[in-house]
């Protein structure tokens, strides 16, 4: 059993012939190679996970075989050997990503430390990729729960802006997740270690918003009876989340659109400013485009904030996640109630996938909240599901398919996915749920019809 490939570069044959036989004695499969070029070609047929080269040879020369092999195969190691040691050559090596830098002569113990070495941190390195792709794969991102495509989408962008000072907006309905969002963007990102002060920029008095945000001076008002360090001081380095921002009021805007443009703030009643270093996190349930039509929102703060936006559709149109949320509050409450194994009796399962869930992932986890407090032993009925969702349900199910429109409108989306679940539950049924048939039953190809039940919440994505 070998324990690892490594390619050997070196123009050097007897150095060549020795340090093959000792690699392949010391257990790794071992490729040895003349000059750069030539280990670049054995790397593309069969990448190793430590790269040996010497410096100085003629051509593609050691930092050269060094930097191709990190951009192209990042995981490699690669392990400097010279016999020309300087300080600057060292340097350079460690800085282009270099696992260690050897000098000739070199006694064999230590190469072979130097290779164990690298090769544990390679295992390390998989493995935490390994867990890392597990976990996505199975939970989310952060705290948030899901794996629809709109989610995977949103995981992608966080990924991408977390390591950034950016300022990111996040819209979306009451209840699906953007605090949640905002959490993980700081907490996943490189300022974790940093404070994450939120505000609820409706919930504080007009009057007092400012105070709160930018701080202020003993005396600046009456009850200003010490000095006040304000939000954004206090996270320093960190992250500002200002939640529904679009409450927030106009002269407050101003003020808040000078501390994002010139980074620093004025407490009040001082005289002088203070710089800040601070990322901003802003969320909103509002349409931010219709209020700066209307004037209640400043168009410049508006185009600020909205760098990167991030948009939480609503629950009713990411079913695919409603059995993983499920699952996920039945687990999160059975603990709580002491109630292990806590679940969902199927016609139970069947309204809340019927119910078009105008509250979101909150409402969801109140109804599972509640249920797990309601229902006798371990098993959530249809008897523990408030009235609204019951009736809601029923009353769309009952109606005959072909309905007119009355002044009260209609719910659509939601009647044409009840009756497509239906479709799709009949025809699984007809099958004996042999759901190549079903599909052929119903005249939609397989893709499609594994893509209709993943939508209505009938299957789990990626599960066979
Ligand atoms: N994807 C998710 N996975 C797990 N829990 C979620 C998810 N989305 C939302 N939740 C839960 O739902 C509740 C509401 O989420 P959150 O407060 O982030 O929503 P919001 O969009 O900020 O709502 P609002 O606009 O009302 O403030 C929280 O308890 C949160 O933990
Ligand atoms: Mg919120």
Not at 274 to 285: G, K, M, Q
Not at 354 to 361: D, I, L, Q, R, S
Not at 389 to 416: F, K, N, T, Y
Request: hydrophobic content about 40%.
């Amino acid at each position: 059993m070998t324990v690892g490939r490594v390619v050997v570069v070196d123009d050097d044959l007897s150095l060549r012939q020795f340090l093959s036989i000792m690699l392949k004695r010391a257990g790794y499969e071992t490729a040895v190679a003349s000059t750069g070029e030539e280990a670049m070609e054995f790397m593309e047929k069969q990448p190793a996970d430590v790269v040996v080269t010497d410096l100085n040879m003629e051509g593609m020369d050691g930092m050269a075989v060094l930097r191709r092999v990190k951009e192209r195969w990042p995981e490699t190691e690669v392990v400097m050997i010279t016999a020309y040691a300087t300080t600057e050559n060292a340097v350079q090596a460690m800085k282009h990503g270099a696992f260690d830098y050897v000098v000739k002569p070199f006694n064999v113990d230590e190469l072979k430390l130097i290779l164990e070495k690298a090769f544990e941190k390679r295992a390390m390195h998989q493995e935490n990729r390994n867990l890392r792709e597990l976990l996505k794969d199975r939970f989310g991102y952060g705290s948030l729960v899901g794996r629809s495509e709109p989610m995977l989408s949103i995981y992608d962008l966080m990924d991408r802006v977390k390591d950034t000072p950016i300022t990111v907006l996040i819209t979306g309905e009451s209840g699906t997740g953007k605090e949640l969002v905002a959490r993980a963007i700081h907490f996943e990102g490189d300022r974790r270690d940093r404070p994450f002060q939120s505000i609820n920029c409706s919930a504080i008095p007009a009057d007092l918003i400012e105070a709160e945000l930018f701080g202020y001076k003993k005396g600046a008002f009456t009850g200003a009876v010490r000095n006040h360090e304000g939000l954004f001081a206090s996270a320093e380095k960190g992250t500002v989340f200002l939640d529904e921002v679009g409450e927030m009021p106009l002269a407050t805007q101003v003020k808040v659109l000078r501390a994002i443009q010139e980074r620093k703030v004025k407490p009040v009643g001082a005289v002088e400013e203070r710089p800040i270093d601070v990322r901003i996190i802003a969320a909103t349930n509002r349409v931010l485009d219709e209020e700066v039509k209307s004037g209640r929102f400043r168009e410049d703060l508006y185009y600020r904030l909205k760098v990167v936006t991030i948009h939480m559709p609503p629950l009713r149109e990411r079913l695919a996640d409603l059995p993983l949320l499920t699952e996920h509050f039945l687990q999160l409450f059975g603990k709580e109630y002491g109630k292990a194994g806590l679940q969902l009796e199927d016609d139970a399962s069947r309204f809340l996938a019927a119910y078009p869930w105008p509250g979101n992932v909150r409402e969801l986890e109140n109804v599972i909240q509640r249920g797990a407090a309601l229902c006798r032993g371990t098993l959530i009925s249809l008897a523990n599901l408030p009235e609204e969702i019951v009736g809601q349900v029923s009353a769309v199910a009952d109606r005959p398919l072909a309905q007119s429109v009355g002044p009260d409108g209609v719910a659509m989306e939601s009647l044409l996915g009840q009756y497509e679940r239906q479709l799709l539950e009949s025809a699984l049924e007809t099958s004996g749920g042999v759901k190549k048939e079903a599909a052929r039953l119903l005249g939609i190809s397989f893709r499609s019809f594994r893509y209709r039940l993943q939508k209505a919440g009938l299957e789990e994505p990626g599960r066979e």
